[in-house]
């Protein structure tokens, strides 16, 4: 299974890892939008926000915790945005479920 997100979560493929724990990976985003990017993924493989299930309902719920936490520990308390991109339309473009944490400056809104 060729998956790029997997590879860096277990380390195949270099990350700058900003927190790690049994459910999720947490890296910076290699082509940054914001002066702060980072991404949140769960170890487990899921393809997509539309592959979630009532069983991932309490993963869903630790990853907001763990982008809360994070971004205090950057210094966000200005604000931040949380995004998934699902599926084509969506603009998603790694096939493995992962949430951008943007912040540090002013986020436009809408999205083109
Ligand atoms: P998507 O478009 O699927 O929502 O987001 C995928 C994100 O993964 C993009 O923001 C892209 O910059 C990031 N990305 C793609 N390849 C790599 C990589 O090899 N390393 C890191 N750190 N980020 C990557
Ligand atoms: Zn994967």
Redesign the pocket.
Known sequence: MEC?FCE?INGS?P?ECIYEDELVYA?????KQAPIHF?IVPKEHIKSADELSEKHKELIGHIFLVAKNLCGKFGLENGYRIVN?CKEDG????NHL?F?VLGGRSLNWPPG
Not at 27 to 31: G, L, V
Not at 91 to 94: F, I, L
């Open positions: 790029l860096i493929i990350s890296f910076n985003d290699i082509d991404l991109n603009g998603q473009t790694v992962h951008h």
